[in-house]
């Protein structure tokens, strides 16, 4: 089994504008965190640049770093910019084109030139081949392997990338695919091959074709940055093990990451969703709405009853990806995002962003366009000399001739009043996406409470708790790298799956017990190829539920892994509960369907432990002219480690990686770990 005894761990969260590092001494217990610019030509060499600072800063050698754990961006950022190779599918004879037919949904419904299904695998490079599965898995025709043999030469002349093979019905028995990718390999070697009953085993040809086209793309993709990464790795004297965190929240090996790199899609916001689940346990505030305001964009994630949102199907520059992931939704509303005006005069913010280069216009690197953080400067809410910790100088000259001449210039506005607005402009953004995300399941933002994060979260997030009536913000430690804590303190996972029509009664229980079986097998087989020993696995279940007739599924947990029926009986009634939650309706008379029977199987990997802060000489450490409510007002500045035991707003708060705003009639304290927690006019924990 493997030896996860080590003295540092290191999590890396590759963002759009920093590379954030949160690096844990297991010995100490204490945290460390550090940003580095992202690189974004090749996001390793900004990881290892950060590795590199944290070991000078910290002082520890490269062969003391047992862990890294990395999110990443290669694979959503290879998508979103069609940095992909030449692909091609398989498909059963008559379907090839099942990519372009897609779903028959319009999103815009009284539009008269509906947006064309987005497709990443042109008609000439799609091939239907003669073979059939029926439903049930039993041989309708037999696959013609000369055909596939043949479609594998040309394949190979064309130089082809990357192959997928989605047969009709293959997640009931995968025998046609399994065999398609033997001939594949002997008559087109080298050539990646992803096969649907492996990427996406479920019920539903479109959503499984387009995930497993996907993959496929990405596997060249990733598979050349994870050989150059742990190349560098090696190079720099890094010994440590590498895990990759994908979108379901864990993390997975680089090897698993290579094979099925399609599950690295939301890699980094993940981690704030996971971090975010295990502040809402340790404050004992189960619903939380988890905010991550970075430098390019807003990503809103929903904590309730403790536990993160998770779905079975996502989407990516339109198109479906089926697979369990944390319930994201993400805007592009940053810190670095420019504001401009339109010719008619209306200011617009986003989703266009600076990035790291040239970034903002205070970064001094060439950038012109106003951004949120150049308003924020002008209206004094950022140091222009402590941002992140000092180690980079702003330049708020630069910041105020941009909005000057881009925003108030043009709208016959004063500068305050320009910055004023580019900032209310942002919030009713963020605010709208934070509504959607909560209406969307049934709930009230008034129930909730934001969890605010990210290096710009902190002076935008009680503005946004105000707008939407909620009562209470917590600022976790380390916030401007709290994705990257996320990861940290993340496990393996996997995710396995059956797709089974069954009707939830006691009738389908053998059925059931069997699917339950494998899927269980499955996954210890899995957590034992990574080295997890037998007392450190847990595997839940799960079903995607619908009632017979719906077109939809709720995903449903289920206790224990022995469906029996009393369990069964819970999981029905678990499954109303549920649908009158989200849908305001449920009929309990009527009969449910069991679609599909998951399984997550978590390695636990030791958790660190982290040491809070200790209490130091508290008091503000200064004053500075910040611009609120209409005018210039002095606001005592304070340092985040030397906080009294209560702040009452208006206040400013630092910290080497994020700056937060206290406004009037909020009152700010601190729980025992070190989050802070603000309340309009009550008491905080």
């Not at 049930?136 to 696959?143: K, M």
């Not at 019905?169 to 001939?183: F, L, M, S, V, W």
């Not at 670095?336 to 008619?344: E, L, N, Y």
């Not at 079903?543 to 947990?557: F, K, N």
Request: no cysteine; hydrophobic share 45%; glycine share 12%.
């Amino acid at each position: 089994m493997a030896d996860f005894q080590v003295r540092y761990r290191i999590g890396v969260d590759v963002g759009g504008t920093f590379t954030d590092l949160m690096v844990l001494d297991g010995q100490t217990g204490e945290v460390h965190a550090l940003k580095t610019p992202t690189t974004p030509a090749d996001p390793s060499e900004g990881l290892l640049a950060g590795i590199a600072e944290a070991a000078e800063r910290l002082g520890f050698e490269p062969g003391e770093v047992g862990f890294v754990l990395h999110g990443t961006t290669i694979a959503t950022n290879a998508v979103l910019e069609r940095r992909l190779p030449d692909g091609a599918l398989i498909a059963n004879e008559g379907f090839a084109d099942v990519l372009e037919i897609g779903r028959h949904v319009r999103r815009e419904p009284y539009t008269l030139k509906p947006a064309p299904q987005t497709v990443l695998v042109p008609r000439d490079r799609r091939y239907g081949v003669a073979g059939r599965m029926r439903w049930d898995g039993s041989v309708e025709t037999p696959l013609d392997e000369d055909a596939v043999a043949g479609v594998a030469r040309t394949l190979s002349e064309a130089g082809i990338g990357a192959v997928a093979v989605a047969f009709l019905h293959a997640y009931r028995d995968p025998a046609h695919e399994r065999r398609a990718a033997e001939i594949l390999a002997e008559a087109a070697p080298g050539i990646p091959v992803s096969l649907s009953s492996e990427v996406s085993p479920e019920i539903r040809e479109f959503e499984r074709a387009s995930t497993t086209v996907l993959n496929a793309l990405l596997v060249p993709v990733v598979r050349v940055y994870l050989e150059r990464l742990e190349a560098r790795l090696r190079e720099a004297g890094l010994a440590a093990r590498l895990y990759l965190v994908q979108s379901n929240g864990g993390v997975t090996t680089p090897a698993q990451a290579s094979r099925l790199p399609v599950r690295l899609l939301l890699s980094g916001p993940s981690g704030g969703a996971t971090a975010a689940a295990e502040l809402a346990q340790t404050l004992r505030r189960p619903n939380l709405v988890a905010v991550d305001m970075g430098g390019t964009s807003f990503d809103v994630s929903v904590v309730r009853d403790g536990e993160s949102t998770v779905v079975t199907e996502g989407e990516i520059d339109g198109l479906p990806v089926r697979l369990p992931m944390v319930e994201m939704r993400t805007i592009g509303a940053g810190g670095g995002s420019i504001a401009s005006v339109a010719a008619g005069g209306a200011l617009s913010v986003g989703p266009r962003s600076a990035g790291a280069d040239p970034g903002p216009a205070a970064y001094g690197k060439g950038g012109a366009e106003p951004t949120v953080t150049d308003a924020n400067i002008v209206l004094g809410r950022l140091d222009p000399d402590f941002f992140l910790g000092g180690a980079l100088k702003l330049h708020a000259d630069l910041a105020g001739a941009a909005v000057a001449g881009r925003v108030a210039g043009p709208l016959g506005l004063g500068i305050e009043e320009a910055a004023e607005g580019i900032l209310a402009v942002v919030n009713a953004h963020m605010a709208s996406a934070i509504k959607l995300s909560l209406f969307e399941k049934g709930a009230d933002p008034r129930d909730f409470a934001i969890a605010a994060f990210g290096g710009a979260g902190g002076l935008h997030a009680v503005s946004l708790a105000e707008e939407l009536e909620m009562a209470e913000v917590v600022f976790p430690r380390d916030p401007g790298t709290f994705s990257a804590r996320g990861i940290l303190t993340a496990d393996i996972a996997h995710d396995v799956a059956r797709s089974r029509l069954l009707d939830a009664d006691e009738g389908a229980l053998p059925a059931l017990a069997g699917l339950a079986a494998e899927l269980v097998a499955e996954g210890h087989a899995l957590l034992a190829a990574d080295g997890i020993a037998e007392d450190a696995r847990h595997i839940r279940l799960a079903a995607d539920m619908r009632y017979r007739g719906q077109a939809y599924e709720l995903l449903v947990p289920w206790d224990g892994v022995r469906p029996d029926a009393p369990s069964l009986a819970r999981l029905v009634e678990d499954f109303h509960d549920l649908h009158q939650a989200r849908y305001a309706h449920s009929d309990r008379g009527a009969p449910v369907e069991i679609v599909t029977l998951r399984a997550t199987a978590r390695g636990l990997l030791p958790k660190p432990s982290i040491r809070p802060p200790a209490p130091m000489d508290t008091g503000p450490k200064g004053e500075r002219r910040v611009w609120t409510g209409g005018g210039w007002r002095m606001l005592p500045v304070y340092d985040r480690d030397r906080l009294p035991e209560a702040v009452e707003g208006p206040a400013i708060v630092e910290e080497a990686h994020a700056t937060l705003l206290v406004p009037p009639g909020w009152r700010l304290a601190m729980s025992p770990r070190g989050d802070l927690v603000a309340r309009r006019g009550g008491e905080g924990p």
